[in-house]
C-alpha cells in the first residue's frame, strides 16, 4: 500500500484566526506539526493543503511541500480535492492544529487497513478516554460511542451516552481528529451532501455515517494539545 499524509490548512479558523502562523519555540504550528509528521518515516509522501498563500509560503520557505487548494468547509473535502490526482492507497489527515502527534498512534491507524483483508472500513480514526467531569461536559471535546467491534455509533459535542443510571459506570470517549481514509472513500466522501447531523453538529466525519460508512476507532493513550484558543497555544508553548 502507499500511504501519504495531508496536513489541511486553513488560515481563517473561526476559533482562532491566524493559529497556524503562531510561533511554537522558534517555529510556527504548522511547520511544526509538519516537520514531525515527516520525521515518522511512515509515509510515503507529506504535504500540506491550504487556501492560503502566507501558510503555503511557509511550508516552502522551511523546504516542506505544500499544494494550495479551492476553500472547503471541511478538512476531509480539502484534502480531497489534493489528492485526486495522486496515486495513493491510505491517506492520513493530520490535522494542522495537532503539533505533537507522535509515532505511536499514526501507526495504530495504518494498521487497521493492513488488517482489514475484506476492505470492510471506510476510515479509521482515534479516541481517547476523558475522566474529568468539566472535559466531558466541553462542547469543544468532541465524544463519540462505538459498538462492540469498535465501529463508531456516533459522535457529538453533547456528552454521549447520557448518563441515566447513576448507579452504572460508564466510560466516555473524546474523538481526536486524525482520520485514516481509503482514498477510494475519501473521493466518495467529496461528492457527498451536508446532511442535517453533520450541519448541526459541525462534525465532518458524521457524514460518513449518515452514508453508511464505517468508522473503526481506535483507542490511544496519546494527548495531544490541540490548539483551537489562545490557552491552547500557551499550553503548548509550555510543552516546548
Not at 59 to 65: A, R
Amino acid at each position: 500500500m502507499k500511504i501519504i499524509a495531508v496536513i489541511p490548512a486553513r488560515y481563517e479558523a473561526s476559533r482562532f484566526p491566524g493559529k497556524l502562523m503562531q510561533n511554537l519555540g522558534e517555529k510556527t504550528v504548522i511547520t511544526t506539526t509538519y516537520q514531525n509528521v515527516v520525521e515518522t518515516g511512515l509515509f510515503d509522501e507529506v504535504f500540506v493543503a491550504t487556501d492560503s498563500e502566507t501558510i503555503l509560503d511557509e511550508i516552502v520557505t522551511n523546504g516542506g511541500k505544500a499544494v494550495m487548494t479551492g476553500p472547503h468547509e471541511t478538512g476531509s473535502d480539502r484534502i480531497a480535492e489534493a489528492v485526486q490526482t495522486i496515486d495513493c492507497d491510505i491517506v492520513i489527515n493530520v490535522q494542522g492544529d495537532e503539533p505533537f502527534l507522535k509515532l505511536e498512534p499514526l501507526q495504530q491507524l495504518i494498521e487497521v487497513f493492513k488488517n482489514d483483508n475484506q476492505h470492510e472500513i471506510s476510515l479509521a480514526s482515534l479516541k481517547i478516554k476523558l475522566l474529568e467531569k468539566e472535559e466531558i461536559e466541553n462542547p469543544n471535546n468532541v465524544k463519540v460511542i462505538t459498538d462492540n467491534k469498535g465501529f463508531a455509533l456516533y459522535f457529538s459535542r453533547s456528552v454521549i451516552p447520557f448518563h441515566r443510571e447513576i448507579s452504572y459506570h460508564v466510560d466516555y470517549f473524546k474523538h481526536i481528529g486524525v482520520y485514516a481514509f481509503r482514498k477510494e472513500a475519501l473521493l466518495q466522501f467529496s461528492k457527498l451532501e451536508m446532511k442535517p447531523l453533520e450541519i448541526s453538529e459541525k462534525i465532518e466525519c458524521i457524514r460518513y455515517l449518515e452514508y453508511g460508512m464505517k468508522i473503526k476507532m481506535i483507542e490511544t493513550n496519546f494527548i495531544g494539545v490541540g490548539i483551537d484558543t489562545p490557552e491552547d497555544l500557551e499550553k503548548a508553548r509550555k510543552l516546548i
